[in-house]
């Protein structure tokens, strides 16, 4: 002050006065007696100093707490050794802390000073935040490191302590040394790291650390105080080997239901669900749809009774719905889908019931029966004509003795000379008539008579007394028979069988031909269409009225026939079987084209069946 006092004379006493009162710092100045000669503004408020002070008391009777302290040691240095000392301290009586520097002026020292304690205030403010945070940081479950722009650790949480305890010690280490299981190629913690540190993009990534750890970790990385990043990181093995155990088991579960929907639609049974207002469908499986030659999704919606106009149907389900259950029902009727066929089922209802104990829903499992029901029938049938013909032959046989003395008698009559003309000619009628009764007999006994064993015999042998026996219809229905055998060649067969399919052809062909026609038989030397073998063909043709494609697609079903009550409709289905059994063939051409109408039957017959078990008894 005295250099601008005496220098350049630009700044005047009253200048600096003027300065140092709107100077916010305290400035005092003290002589060497240590009395206060001077306070600007700011030091007279902090250091409450009116004018009596001022060259007044010393600074030590002013200030009595001072005496003794580091403050009194500092002003007394500064007065001895002409140097400049800085301070800092609490000063109790007026509650402040006050900063302050000392400068030696020729008059003794100037004390340059501030209160500092709204500063210090702020710095300890700073200090408990610090230290909170430090305290929430290590209670968080989360696990917290710091790291410095060259990946130094600079700071840990209790729980990244914890965690990362048996790497050993970490703190204050590069991160990348201190970790030599995280540095390998594709390393998701080098890359997310170093996104976040150069490019300062925060990236969150789930990855595993091997040994000593042996720990998944959840991972985030965050840019933070403009150059290093925070890295939270926790623990989550338990709930990955959680998760996988899950995902397994829903993997399972979900294997199941598919297993349990594809049994439901594969199943050879109709599977269906109905609702209790309509019974109306609301889920079938394929073989249920099928029942009605539909997809599941086009009977879905419709109800029961419309698609199945099967009488009592709809008492049943109403029976059901009232929580009795259906068991081993068996039903029979006409579906829309296919009408005119008869056909069986055996179904199962069961109500089933919501939580609250009310019937939801009807479960029904329908088994189609047609098949065995019509085989069993068959059976029933096929039965009856066995009966018949052991009848027919035991008839036959017990007719067989008189007709031989008959027989004999006429031969008798026959050859005496003194018979008349007249008498003659009854007698050769009634031999002619005769002949043929015996015939017939010997044929029907032929016929019936059960065969053990397979025999050999030729297309003729087989055909001949079949023939016969059609003799008188032939001629009634007005029909031409044209017989050609062209083959000796013999088969080994059970004849009676293969004569009742011959007999079963013929008497559908005369069926045929109600307004006459012709019958053409004809046999071959033929081999097996499919696998080679060397056998006989006999073809029955007729020009009849034929079949259309939808008879002909049937009429190898038990019952099947357009005859009404003059069929059975077993024919050709016995027919089919006897062949099968014999590894033959039947096969089938007709036509209802107005100039050539007609049905061709062709029958394969191999010269030996490979299996001939039932014929070696
Ligand atoms: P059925 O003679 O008792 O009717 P079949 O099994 O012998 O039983 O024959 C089944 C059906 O096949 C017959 O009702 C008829 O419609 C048809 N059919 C069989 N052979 C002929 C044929 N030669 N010409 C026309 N239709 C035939
Ligand atoms: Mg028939």
């Not at 390998?184 to 925060?202: K, T, V």
């Amino acid at each position: 002050m005295n250099s601008q006092k005496t220098g350049q004379g630009t700044a005047t006493q009253q200048d600096v006065g003027y300065l140092a009162s709107i100077f916010s710092d305290g400035l005092i100045l003290i002589d060497r007696e240590w009395r206060i000669t001077y306070a600007n503004a700011a030091a007279r408020e902090i250091s409450r100093i009116d004018d009596s002070h001022i060259n007044g008391a010393t600074h030590w009777e002013m200030y009595p707490a001072t005496v003794g302290t580091e403050q009194e040691r500092i002003y007394r240095r500064s007065m001895e050794e002409r140097i400049s000392l800085d301070h800092e301290f609490y000063y109790a009586p007026f509650e402040v802390w006050i900063t302050l520097r000392t400068y030696p002026v020729p008059s003794g020292i100037a004390v340059h000073y501030r209160d500092s304690t709204r500063m210090k205030e702020a710095e300890r403010n700073r200090d408990d935040n610090a230290r909170r945070l430090q305290q929430v940081f290590d209670t968080t479950t989360d696990a917290i490191i710091v790291l410095d722009p060259d990946y130094r650790i600079t700071f840990m949480n209790r729980r990244a302590v914890e965690l990362l305890s048996p790497i050993g010690e970490v703190m204050g280490r590069v991160l990348f040394e201190a970790f030599p299981g995280i540095v390998y190629q594709d390393s998701p913690y080098i890359a997310n790291y170093r996104r976040a540190m150069e490019d300062r993009i925060h990236g969150r990534f789930e990855a595993y650390y091997p040994e000593p750890l042996n720990v998944w970790f959840s991972v985030e990385a965050r840019p933070a105080d403009h150059t290093g990043i925070i890295v939270f990181f926790r623990d989550i093995t338990q709930q990955r080997l959680d998760a996988e155990e899950l995902w397994l088991k829903t993997a399972e579960t979900e294997r199941q239901a598919a297993e349990i929907e594809t049994l439901y639609r594969t199943a050879p049974i109709g599977l269906a669900l109905f609702d209790t207002t309509d019974f109306r469908y609301l889920r079938l499986n394929d073989r249920q749809a099928q029942f009605f030659g539909l997809k599941p999704e086009e009977v879905v919606g419709r109800i029961v009774t419309e698609m199945a106009p099967i009488e009592g149907l709809r008492e049943l389900f109403e029976q059901v719905r009232d929580g009795h259950p259906v068991i081993n029902y068996p039903l029979e009727g006409e579906l829309v889908g296919s009408p005119g066929e008869h056909r069986y089922w055996t179904v199962n209802y069961f109500p089933l019931y919501g939580t609250d104990g009310s019937v939801q829903a009807i479960a029904a499992a329908s088994l189609e029966v047609t098949a065995q029901k019509k085989a069993e029938m068959a059976l029933i049938q096929s039965e009856k004509l066995a009966a018949v013909g052991r009848l027919a032959s035991s008839i036959s046989h017990e007719i067989n003795n008189p007709l031989e003395s008959v027989t004999n008698l006429l031969y008798l009559i026959a050859s005496r000379e003194d018979l008349s003309l007249p008498t003659r000619e009854y007698v050769d009628i009634a031999q002619a008539e005769l002949e043929r009764v015996s015939q017939i007999t010997t044929q029907t006994l032929r016929f019936h008579r059960q065969a053990a064993r397979s025999t050999w015999v030729s297309a003729e042998q087989l055909l001949k007394p079949v023939i016969n026996l059609f003799r008188g219809r032939l001629t009634n229905s007005d029909i031409e028979l044209e017989a050609q055998f062209n083959s000796q060649t013999e088969a080994l067969c059970l004849e009676n069988e293969i004569r009742q399919v011959l007999s079963n052809l013929i008497a559908n062909a005369i069926d045929a031909m109600r307004a006459g026609g012709r019958l053409l038989i004809r046999s071959h030397d033929a081999f097996h269409p499919v696998t080679g073998v060397k056998g006989i063909r006999i073809t029955i043709a007729d020009t009849g009225h034929g079949m259309d494609p939808a008879t002909q697609a049937r009429i190898f079903e038990p019952f099947f026939t357009t005859k009404d009550l003059n069929g059975t409709g077993l024919g050709l289905w016995i027919s089919a079987e006897i062949l099968e059994r014999h590894q033959g063939q039947l096969a089938v051409r007709s036509s209802q084209h107005p100039l050539h109408h007609g049905t061709v039957f062709g029958l394969f017959l191999p010269i030996t069946p490979a299996r001939t078990d039932s014929s070696e008894d």
